[in-house]
């Protein structure tokens, strides 16, 4: 069965570190998703992409988050600096089906990145 | 944001039948209900989508209400391993833009 890879499985920092998490989404999946978990909450959507496009990054902290996806493939999210209230675990997502289409694409998620930051 | 409200916890005994529910008033006639379940130190899982109709596939059952503000998540026969966080959610109405907005969930716990 296909899976959204994802890497480091776990990363301890220190504060005001620079940290990247990477994804490798399902193959054909044109819209791929960064969302963030902290302990004991649902995740919330940091940023969604469609292809190489960001289609929703509202949630995002952009002084110091940035995401990309180059080729619309594969995708790596930064933080610099990191700060303790960083920690959390980084999960990535993708679903087939665009941003504007149906609302019954499903959505296929990867493990999980957790980062600590001391 | 698309809100639902769950109960917090839930509990069941193995081999008995689950019922999680679900309020979605706020859904637009469109909008498509959810269900995912995240396993201890996994990402979130899908287990079923509905529209209308009540939904059956092989993890559960999904039963929505005829006005469509509510719906239950149906786990036929509890096991040990469907202890998890089900959430339930659907698209938000960000314009033409498809996104779904998790809650806190419903914490299950299965005792054998």
């Known amino acids: 069965e296909a899976e959204v890879a994802q890497s480091p499985r776990y990363k301890i920092t220190e504060k005001s570190q620079a940290v990247a998490f990477w994804c490798d989404p399902i193959s054909g999946h044109a819209t791929l998703y960064w969302y963030r978990q902290i302990l004991g909450q649902g995740p919330e959507l940091l940023v969604q992409?469609?292809?190489?496009?960001?289609?929703?990054d509202s949630q995002l902290p952009k002084d110091r988050f940035s995401a990309e996806r180059l080729k619309g493939v594969d995708s790596t999210l930064k933080i610099q600096p990191a700060e303790l209230g960083d920690s959390a675990m980084y999960l990535c997502?993708?679903?087939?089906?665009?941003?504007?289409?149906?609302?019954?694409?499903?959505?296929?998620f990867g493990a999980g990145s957790r980062l600590t930051v001391l | 944001d698309a809100k639902t409200t769950q109960p917090n916890s839930m509990e069941s005994n193995e081999e008995e039948p689950v019922h999680l529910p679900c309020n979605h008033s706020?859904?637009?006639?469109?909008?498509?209900i959810h269900w995912y379940r995240q396993l201890p130190s996994q990402g979130p899982e899908y287990v079923i989508h509905g529209l209308t109709s009540n939904v059956n596939n092989r993890m559960a059952s999904l039963a929505i209400a005829e006005d469509r503000k509510s719906s239950t998540l149906i786990l036929h026969r509890a096991t040990l391993r469907d202890a998890a966080v089900y959430y339930c959610?659907?698209?938000?109405?960000?314009?033409?833009?498809?996104?779904?907005?998790f809650g806190k969930g419903t914490l299950l716990t299965v005792n054998p």
């Open positions: 997502a993708s679903s087939w089906g665009a941003s504007a289409l149906s609302g019954a694409n499903v959505l296929t």
């Open positions: 706020t859904i637009s006639g469109t909008d498509y």
């Open positions: 992409f469609q292809d190489e496009s960001v289609v929703d």
């Open positions: 959610l659907y698209r938000g109405s960000g314009g033409s833009n498809y996104k779904l907005t």
